[in-house]
């Protein structure tokens, strides 16, 4: 646990994926989970080339508590970026939408205008074939061949613009925690739970310092004053995760846990805001 997980290899294609894609783009539009921005934001960001104009969407945000959500986004804006925060099931704000066109007049040359080309990036799992869904239709079709630009992406036709998914090119933060409380979000890429049991008394306990307990709390009808452990076990008997002689099988009672907070089942939930320090140092 805290150990710290590099992949060097990994990590280095990625960025020179990033750099590759970068000169041809006029935008990339970075999404990040609401619950969890500096969670799900990318180490491989912090030096993208600087003529990269990058946004930020905040997606999920039906998942997190809104008024946190506003605190990251107006904290996100004095850093200079433009940011939006959306439940993507229901689309893409219009604004957003307005914004992206509106970079089409400055990037003619020669008044011959062309589309606007954005890359939706994001560490895994946080929306961006969603948002690329929901920019350009669902049964849009992909374009082929846009001349000069980074072979083996497919582009998609919006009004204006055209988009590319890049799944793989921005990973998340290499510590182990992080890739564990990713799981807490329904984020994490591979393998990175020991033990359910573990596991899950970890997110309770951190659920508890930050007094986050009182959805998950109403939403299962149990007491979360008690040990992680206890807890735990309340949970598997009031999810029926019980095994024969009446014992709870906390290894299911874990799992069922993890998923169903990281699904939203649970309530809304943020778990870092701008002003503390990552969320993921206080875990051993
Ligand atoms: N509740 C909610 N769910 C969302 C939202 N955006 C995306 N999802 C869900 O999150 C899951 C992941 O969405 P994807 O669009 O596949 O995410 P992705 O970033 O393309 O994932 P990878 O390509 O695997 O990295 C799906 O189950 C989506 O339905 C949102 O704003 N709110
Ligand atoms: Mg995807």
Redesign the pocket.
């Known amino acids: 646990m805290g150990r710290t997980v590099w992949y060097p290899g990994h990590m280095a294609k990625g960025r020179r994926r990033l750099e590759a894609l970068s000169g041809q783009l006029d935008l990339l539009l970075e ?1 990040r989970d609401a619950r969890a921005p500096r969670l799900t934001s990318s180490p491989a960001l912090l030096d993208a080339p600087e003529k990269l104009s990058v946004w930020i969407l905040l ?5 997190a508590d809104s008024s946190i959500t506003s605190d990251w986004t107006e904290y996100l804006r004095r850093s200079g970026r433009r940011v939006w925060a ?4 229901n689309g893409v704000p219009q604004t957003l939408r307005r914004a992206i066109e509106e970079l089409r007049p400055s990037t003619s040359s020669n008044r011959v205008y062309r589309d606007v080309r954005v890359a939706v990036a ?1 560490t ?7 948002l690329l869904n929901r920019l350009v239709g669902r049964r849009a079709a992909a374009v082929g061949g846009v001349p000069g630009v980074t072979k083996g992406v497919s582009w998609f036709k919006g009004h204006g613009y055209i988009v590319v998914d890049t ?1 793989g090119i921005l990973d998340p933060h290499s510590d182990a925690r992080v890739h564990r409380m990713l799981a807490w979000i329904s984020s994490s890429k591979g393998q990175v739970i020991g033990s359910w049991t573990n596991h899950a008394c970890e997110c309770i306990g951190f659920l508890q310092r930050h007094n986050m307990t009182s959805g998950v709390a109403s939403a299962l009808e149990i007491d979360m004053s008690g040990s992680p452990a206890d807890i735990l076990e309340a949970v598997g008997r009031r999810l029926g995760r019980v095994i024969r002689g009446g014992r709870v099988d906390l290894e299911a009672s874990g799992k069922v846990f993890i998923e169903s907070l990281g699904s ?1 089942k649970l309530g809304r939930l943020s778990f870092e805001r701008p002003e503390s320090p990552p969320p993921w140092s206080e875990l051993q």
């Open positions: 999404v997606s999920k945000a039906d998942l959306a439940d993507l099931s994001g895994p799992n946080v929306g961006k074939s969603t799944p939203g």
